[in-house]
């Protein structure tokens, strides 16, 4: 049987390379979205064609305890349970210092801070019934300083703490890791971007380009795989080298 992958925010950027490359390697996947409704189904559409894996859909705001509570149990009753869990749902609500609203960072840390906390406690027992589990989350807290996206990047710091205490909490049966992706080329990070900008931050990066959405996705393969089984509590830098703050 199969192991099910639950990726939250997994149907563009990141979380779909991610479902992609692992449903290719035999992992069946579930693709958690807010609101990106036609993407999610063209998605779940390529991978049962393409990889003959059970796939599954799920509308779900992860920082609503309820509704996670719902999405795994409909987990639970169509494939079994997750195995894996990748924390890769967030927000960035960028806005000027001045004019950002409290309002704003907290729901930024409650997508991206509390949505994790929910989707971990909410799969681990099963993880731990089993004896084995992985759990995933992306941050970008290491070494970025940009007042525009301060809850943004307080939000990402915190997830690395969290690893850390649910690697803790969890062990010895669940291996909590997180991976810090860079500059990484998706459709939203490159979208209203003018070349000046994107020049500019190359040039922060040592390997001289920003990095593909697969890249990060082959680094979530290998985490949750076999040969990485002594791999735990830690964060893991993909970005290129970078030399500075974004």
């Known amino acids: 049987m199969n192991k099910v992958v639950l990726i939250t925010g997994g149907a563009q950027g990141i979380g779909k390379a991610i479902a992609l490359e692992l449903a290719k390697n035999h992992y069946d996947i579930v693709i958690n979205y807010l609101t990106s409704h036609e993407a999610a189904a063209k998605l779940k559409e390529e991978i049962i064609n393409t990889y003959s894996v059970r796939c599954l859909t799920i509308c779900a705001d992860v920082s609503d305890v ?38 704003e960072f907290k729901r930024t840390l409650d997508v991206n801070v509390v949505g994790a906390f929910n989707c971990a406690k909410r799969v681990y027992r099963h993880m731990l019934e089993k004896e084995y589990g992985r759990i995933i989350s992306s941050t970008n807290g290491i070494n970025t300083y940009y007042p525009m996206c301060i809850d943004y990047d307080a939000s990402k710091a915190a997830l690395i703490s969290l690893t850390h205490n649910l690697a803790f909490e969890f062990a010895p049966y669940v291996n909590v890791n997180c991976i810090a992706p860079g500059f990484i080329g998706t459709e939203n990070e490159l979208d209203g971007y003018d070349e000046e900008f994107l020049k500019e931050e190359v040039e922060k990066i040592m390997v001289n380009r920003y990095g593909d959405p697969k890249e990060v996705a082959y680094l979530v393969k290998f985490l949750i795989s076999d040969e990485a089984d002594f791999i735990n509590n830690t964060v893991i830098r993909i970005d290129g080298g970078q030399k500075g703050s974004c």
Not at 68 to 94: F, P, R, T, W, Y
């Open 66 to 103: 309820n509704q996670v509570d719902q999405m795994v149990s409909e987990i639970e009753e169509k494939l079994g349970g997750v195995d894996i869990l990748v924390n890769n749902a967030a927000i960035d609500l960028s806005n000027l210092f001045h004019l950002k609203t409290s309002e």
